[in-house]
Each structure stands twice: as C-alpha cells, then as structure tokens.
C-alpha cells in the first residue's frame, strides 16, 4: 500500500481512510481513539461506501445508550451536543440505507463480549430505534495487525507526523 503524501497528521489519515477497504475503515471506527479522531470518524460516516455494521459499530461506541437519557439536544450538555446530533445522524442515515452492505457483521449486543445495548437501568428519555439493536450479518473483521483501528505501517506513519 503505498502511503499518501503529506506532512499533517489529520490529512495524512483522511487520505488513508478515503482509500481504505471497508474492512480497514470497520476496523479504524471500531478501534480508534475518539477522543482524538472522533472528527475522522465522522469523515468515515460521511461516506455512502462506508459498511453499515460500521456506521452501527460507531453508534453503539458513540455512547447511544447513554444519550438515551436525553429527549432532546437542548438538554443535553453542550460540551455533548455534537455526539448527541451525530448519534441522530446516523440513526437516520441508517434508516434510509444511507450506508453500503460490504457484508461486514456486527452485532450490539455480543461485540467481543460487549452488549452495547445494556443502559444499566439508566433513565431512557429517547428509547433507541429498534433497527439498531440488530445484528448486521456477514463476515466479522480481524483486526489483528492494527493500532489504534490501522495498519501497523500506517500507523506508525500517524504517530510520526502527529509527534514530529
């Protein structure tokens, strides 16, 4: 793979990501750091070829069952607003078959042990749409050989720009 030419870090992973496979975007969304790439995550969920398990993926990791808590984006927490309007996004993005079927699984409730799905007993204010409690069938993605969801070759290309 050869690797884009740029010195910025962001960019560098934005060309990356636009030219990724499905397989390595599902990984990245799903194994990312977002509290520095959320807004990389979110140029993944803006394009249509992205897999809808990935787009299911970063909903469930986005904390959709804690913003269940919330009706509305005005009660939310404005340092949250953002998460809590994407979190809306996708779930109308997914609704209308905004993402492509690559035959990526995904499952909420049994992600490597995980149910995304449990809200602890939380107070559910906006219950989560149904769709998206389902699993998404298909293949799952190994992503051994990966940090931070990329390639070892990539990422060490990241961490070089980001720390130069």
């Given at each position: 793979?050869?690797?884009?030419?740029?010195?910025?870090?962001?960019?560098?992973?934005?060309e990356?990501?636009?030219?990724?496979?499905?397989?390595?975007?599902?990984?990245?969304?799903?194994?990312?750091?977002?509290?520095?790439?959320?807004?990389?995550?979110?140029?993944?969920?803006?394009?249509?070829?992205?897999?809808?398990?990935?787009?299911?993926?970063?909903?469930?990791?986005?904390?959709?069952?804690?913003?269940?808590?919330?009706?509305?984006?005005e009660?939310?927490?404005?340092?949250?607003?953002?998460?809590?309007?994407?979190?809306?996004?996708?779930e109308?993005?997914?609704?209308?078959?905004?993402?492509?079927?690559?035959?990526?699984?995904?499952?909420?409730?049994?992600?490597?042990?995980?149910?995304?799905?449990d809200?602890?007993?939380?107070?559910?204010?906006?219950?989560?749409?149904?769709?998206?409690?389902?699993?998404?069938?298909?293949?799952?993605?190994?992503?051994?050989?990966?940090?931070d969801?990329?390639?070892?070759?990539?990422?060490?290309?990241?961490?070089?720009?980001?720390?130069?």
């Amino acid at each position: 793979m050869s690797s884009p030419a740029t010195d910025d870090p962001d960019q560098f992973l934005r060309e990356f990501l636009a030219a990724a496979t499905p397989q390595q975007r599902h990984t990245f969304v799903r194994r990312a750091d977002y509290d520095r790439g959320e807004h990389l995550v979110r140029a993944v969920l803006d394009d249509p070829t992205t897999d809808r398990a990935t787009a299911l993926s970063a909903y469930w990791i986005l904390g959709a069952s804690y913003y269940a808590r919330y009706a509305r984006v005005e009660d939310v927490p404005e340092d949250e607003q953002g998460t809590y309007a994407l979190l809306r996004t996708i779930e109308d993005r997914y609704a209308a078959g905004f993402w492509a079927d690559h035959g990526i699984a995904f499952d909420p409730t049994d992600d490597d042990e995980i149910d995304w799905t449990d809200d602890y007993g939380a107070p559910v204010s906006r219950p989560v749409p149904d769709a998206m409690r389902r699993a998404v069938p298909g293949e799952l993605v190994d992503d051994a050989g990966t940090e931070d969801g990329l390639p070892l070759d990539v990422h060490l290309r990241w961490t070089a720009l980001r720390d130069a």
